[in-house]
């Protein structure tokens, strides 16, 4: 038997992420997928500050950016229905996004992004093993027993260790093996082409990423398409979706699928190369929890929905940074176990709400296909109304506005993106007296939800330590690791506090003082509106840049408070 901290199923973004930020911890696992490699097709590609900041915290921030639009299409050579600013490029929305993260937006394909979390958590002793199948597992007084099966040679052998991590994708056997329902349904079937066709004389003049294709010559399997961009202009992915749900599965030929894609560009004469295909399922299913014992389940595992609004890998992304630290913290003896029990506690609103958000836009999709009519009789209809100068042409008209506008929640969706937090979790300690805000005037899809109340995520705010160094992040002081602790003028004590209690072998405990010649001064007076508290109060942050903890003024105490509230948070550990 091979003995491991943490074994953990799937490589895929909430595996490979999981992997790395245990090794950043210095905690081995040991990575097995079912898959020959990495991924080998761009499949998830957007990713949101969000995720971008815990790519950040790990020191693998990558920017690629080719977002601005999004556009609908009877063709790309032919008549445009319309087109949306997308992803932070709305001209009076840009300033929300420079607001709310020091991270931008980024289109990295998946098939980029995985071998290097891969390399990077194997360089820190992570280890990746492929074409590996789960096969079962059992629970014992100190680990789990997992009994794994080679596919090149299927031969079966069995793994030891302290905690199982299942991160294997929506049709996780880890997951089944627990015996977790599945609430919810599959809703139908989509097909994708990755393909090599140079197509800049169509895009290059309206940049985007999502370009959708709605013409009545489709065949029922390709009713809508999308060409989603991998390498402009000359390499996407086309998504094709049929006119219906239901849960037959289409195989078309490569001669049909060259056609449909000549269809879709409005022009045959442009050379196509099929680099693969595959087909997918749309979903709306969450786990009813996320962890038994032991075992602990993350990623599209727990929560399976459409790719509206590009929130499956930046939740996986989330989801390990969530787990990895709780459970580095209870392998190196920081936190009890019962910090672990926080994850459903904290994750599962968070997964729950993404699947509704995906397939409340996906239906947000289907009332504009519906408008404009996917057949040739109801296209000449609709599109007669919307040239008609009659009172039925101005409705047709607005109806379409409005249609466009709500599948704008997609691409224009900070909050969603960015909105994620853990109210009463046993992993934040919230003060007598404290309140949490009101945000019922937040739009909580295009809006940030901004507070240091315990269990909202640290507000991004731009620092400097003084006129002649450049800016830092409230987020790049924290995480990495460790708890952060802001004060400012006034709240020496806790800093004293806190160097106090980081020399006793205990958690990693860093304190900043900020304000006027502080260890950092407050460049643009933001931290003064977002902070909460007042200048000899304190704010805790995890080391998943969460808010643990709030106190408005200096207490008698610090050292005794402090070590009170680290306590709760972690657990007691005896």
Not at 79 to 103: I, T, V
Not at 147 to 154: A, C, K, P, S
Not at 155 to 184: C, M, Q
Request: charged share 20%.
């Amino acid at each position: 038997m091979e003995e491991v901290p943490v074994l953990i199923v799937g490589a895929g973004p909430s595996g490979a992420t999981t992997a790395l930020l245990l090794a950043d911890l210095g905690i081995k696992s040991l990575v097995v997928s079912r898959h020959a490699s990495t991924a080998n097709t761009p499949r998830a590609h957007i990713f949101n500050q969000r995720a971008m900041e815990v790519l950040r915290d790990a020191g693998l921030e990558t920017k690629l950016m080719n977002l601005q639009h999004a556009s609908w299409l009877d063709s790309l050579n032919g008549e445009e229905y319309g087109r949306l600013w997308a992803w932070g490029n709305k001209p009076n929305q840009k300033g929300d996004y420079e607001a709310a993260s020091p991270c931008v937006m980024s289109d990295i394909p998946q098939s980029a992004l995985e071998p290097v979390l891969v390399e990077e958590a194997t360089k820190l002793g992570a280890e990746f093993r492929f074409s590996t199948s789960f096969v079962s597992f059992k629970e014992v007084k100190d680990g789990v027993i997992t009994t794994l099966r080679d596919r090149n040679d299927n031969r079966e052998y069995t793994v030891v260790s302290r905690y199982l991590v299942g991160a294997d994708g929506a049709r996780s056997s880890v997951l089944d093996s627990l015996g977790i329902k599945v609430v919810g349904r599959q809703l139908n079937t989509a097909f994708n082409v990755h393909i090599k066709a140079d197509l800049t004389k169509f895009l290059s003049h309206r940049p985007g990423s999502l370009n959708w294709v709605l013409n009545t010559e489709a065949p029922e399997w390709s009713a809508v398409g999308n060409f989603r961009l991998v390498k402009p202009w000359n390499e996407f992915v086309v998504s094709m979706h049929p006119s219906t749900k239901h849960s037959q599965t289409f195989q078309p030929s490569e001669e049909d699928v060259i056609k449909r894609i000549h269809q879709m560009i409005g022009d045959n004469t442009v050379k196509i190369e099929v680099l693969s295909t595959f087909s997918w399922t749309i979903n709306d299913q969450v786990a009813e929890r996320w962890q038994e014992g032991r075992v602990l389940c993350i990623g599209d595992a727990t929560h399976r929905h459409p790719p509206i609004n590009g929130l499956g890998s930046n939740t996986c992304i989330s989801d390990a940074f969530n787990l990895a630290w709780k459970l580095g913290y209870v392998l190196k003896g920081w936190a009890s176990t019962s910090l672990l029990d926080s994850l459903t506690i904290e994750r599962k609103p968070v997964g729950d709400g993404v699947v509704r958000r995906a397939n409340d836009g996906m239906e947000a999709h289907r009332r504009l296909w519906s408008l404009l009519g996917l057949d040739p009789e109801g296209r000449k209809k609709a599109t007669d109304l919307m040239q008609s100068s009659t009172a039925a042409g101005a409705e047709m008209r607005e109806k379409i506005r409005i249609a466009l506008e709500a599948t704008e929640d997609e691409v224009q969706a900070l909050g969603i993106q960015m909105n994620q937090r853990y109210l009463s979790s046993p992993a934040t300690v919230v003060e007598p007296g404290d309140t949490a805000p009101d945000l019922s005037s937040v739009n909580p899809i295009r809006q940030v939800w901004i507070s240091t109340f315990p269990g909202y995520h640290l507000p991004h705010v731009w620092l400097a330590t003084g006129g002649q160094s450049e800016r830092i992040s409230t987020l790049d002081l924290s995480g990495h690791g460790g708890f952060t602790l802001f004060t400012g003028i006034g709240g020496d004590s806790w800093v004293q506090a806190a160097q106090v209690l980081s020399g006793l072998n205990k958690a990693p405990l860093r304190a900043y003082t900020i304000g006027f010649r502080c260890d950092y001064m407050d460049c643009y007076r933001d931290w003064v509106k977002v902070r909460g508290v007042s200048e000899t109060g304190v704010v805790l942050v995890r080391p998943d840049q969460f808010v643990g903890w709030r106190c408005h003024e200096l207490v008698q105490d610090p050292v005794g408070k402090l070590s009170s509230v680290l306590e709760q948070i972690l657990g007691s550990q005896g």
